[in-house]
């Protein structure tokens, strides 16, 4: 056998070339930070994070921590991400809910249930979203009636400042009540543990979703009962301009809420559809046959089946519906992007320091989002025997 | 999307560019015109036409800079830029001056590595409401509901003074002007603050005009003016010295008409700034009928703001402040000597 040199040696060539690579790269970083450090000097302009300590001195509509003019351009950041949280999460939720409905009713053997489902998706997945949440916002929302002249159901009021409801105010003894919730759950947890142990033995399990659900409010509601129903509902009222009291979700927030989650769901509507369908209807037959009912086909072979299928998209969709939350700068909701990539980068002018920081963030709440679907997908994943 | 992907290139052209060298001067006589930055369509200060042109206060001076550099008042190109957008256009070289009803405060001159050039129009933050509000007062607005513009100095003077009144308020900071009064008309808030010209300019497109009141305070001080980058001086002198001419030459009665006649004059003061005595040019790195170009393509400043936004326009805004000093206003321009 011939000796082989040695820079045809495959260790030391796989070893030269993943060290000229991390010099390029590290090298091509280098000089973009030296260049923008030299760049920003040139101009003048201030550079660094101090600006995160001085004081904002603007205000903002929509806060949900403590945030007055004099706080910190950092506690602006906070309040825009929260926001961004919030709508993103509620999205999330709606979102999730009404796509699968949707998926489902366009598999649905009733005619007109599956047309309107067609239907629905084929609208809302193909027009652009900021032209939906514009939609939502201009054409829907600030056409209300003005605060004086409200439209009231029943305890809830709805004018062109937003949506109000009476906010839940909690009186001594409410902690009881909160204790028989925890309570309630781990019973629940414990009920199906048995069940299932019951299951493997004898291979009837224990009913479980009345005797849960009965757990699950009765315990509470007993408890509240006991108590004394140490719970009250304040009412929003009319003081000057505006409602003032209650809980109250600002036209912004609803525009994007119903823009973001009726976009999102015509997607996740397919993607539902997608993991039914790629269940093999064999499988169906085969549960069907073995005495399994149309319910607990579902629920016990076709849903475990389609979820490995569904996951993986779903949470590109969760990923994209955060993101998109970004497009709320076109209307007035005090989120990451419109208050700190908007309004503090003006102030301050350090557009390197403060898009750097929301592309971090934005990074972030994406790693964090895939790597809890992740999780999420290995736990219901099919182990295949 | 758009947006974002504006910012973003321009805060890349400030990582990736390589240190500027050249002078701004250079720059622009090399290019062959002016890269101006105006608003996106504020009338009487800078807004499209039909024809595509550009009109207002801050176009016309960007129309001076660029007569004194080339004698062509036509020299120059506009970037339309939002109030959020204006200071990182500037800083990354985008943009020659900024000239877009842009107050003039420290932390924009200082920390944001800016020189602001003379003032071009004095301003003072106005609020409107809806008649039948019944707001007679700023002091009447506890509690209101308030559109703004985001990232403006008018988004701050607003929370300072309801701060220091110990009134509450809500803001909704929207990014273009035209979706601050959309939002407004729509009811979405209770007033609507800007600087009082602004409120002039922007009433004009209401639906119902006699439905919405300007309050009668001014609660700032907003010296508008033209902004450059900080360090580079001969660049900044053309800027502020193209604002002097046409107050001197308004000064002087110098106007686009007598303009040429005025070449005769025996006046050393009006010889100077016509170039005829001295070498007045030479300072700047500019010819020395530079002043005489501005009067003769863009005016005085007497023209430029009746036609824009005086007496000769929809606004029709008296000069108040804006007179000149011998007139009863503070607008004053250091002399050509």
Partial sequence: MRKQTFWNDP????????????????????????????????????SGFGFLQHTAGFGISQTLIEYSEASTYGRA?????????????????????????VGIARLSSNWLVAKLATVYIEIFRNIPLLLQILFWYTAVLSNLPAPRVSMQFGPMLLNNRGLYLPAPVSDAGFGYVVLAIIAALVAIVFLRQVSERRRMLTGVGLPLLFPGAGVLFGL??????????????????????????????VPELLALVFALSIYTAAFIAEIVRSGIQAVNWGQSEAALAL????????????????????????????LNLTKNSSLAAALAYPELASVFAGTVLNQTGQAVEVLAITMAVYLSLSLLTSMAMNFYNSRIALVER | MRRHLFMATIAASIVFASAVSATTLEDVKKKGFVQCGVSQGLKGFSSPDDKGGWTGIDVDLCRAIAAAIFGDASSV?????SAKERFTALQSGVIDVLSRNTTWALSRDTALGFDFRGVTYYDGQG??????????????LNGATVCVLMGTSTSLTLADYFRSNNMKYEPITFEKDDEVVAAYESGRCDAYTTDSSGLYANRLTLKDQQEHIVLPEIISKEPLGAVVRHGDNQWGDIVSWALYATLNAEELGIDSKNVAGMRESENP????????????GEGLGLPDDWAYNIIAKV???????????????????????????????????????
């Fill in chain 1, 77 to 101: 950041f906070l309040v825009a991400l929260l926001n961004t949280l919030l709508v993103a999460a509620i999205g999330i939720v709606f979102a999730t809910v009404l796509g699968f409905l």
């Fill in chain 1, 220 to 249: 509470p509601l007993l408890v509240f009962w006991l108590v004394g129903s140490p719970l009250h509902f304040e009412a929003p009222e009319l003081r000057g301009f505006n409602f003032v009291g209650g809980v109250r979700a």
């Fill in chain 2, 77 to 81: 190109k506009f970037t339309p830029l």
């Fill in chain 2, 269 to 280: 003061e009006i010889r100077r700034l016509l170039g005829t005595e001295g070498k007045f």
């Fill in chain 1, 291 to 318: 005495g399994l009912r149309r319910p607990e086909t579902l629920r016990l072979v076709v849903i475990p089946q389609a979820l490995r299928v569904i996951i993986p998209p779903l949470t590109s969709q969760f």
């Fill in chain 1, 11 to 46: 260790r030391y060539r796989a070893w030269f070339f993943q060290a000229l690579a991390v010099l390029l790269v590290g090298g091509f970083f280098a000089t973009v930070i030296a260049n923008t450090v030299e760049n920003l000097n040139a101009l003048n302009v201030a």
């Fill in chain 2, 127 to 140: 609020f409107m409401v809806r008649k039948s509000a019944g707001v007679k007062s700023v002091r009447d």
């Fill in chain 2, 299 to 337: 005016g005085n400043y007497s023209e430029i703001y009746e036609r824009n936004v005086g007496m000769g326009s929809p606004l029709g805004i008296p000069r108040g402040l804006n007179a000149l000093w011998t007139k009863g206003g503070i607008q004053y321009a250091p002399p050509i000597r």
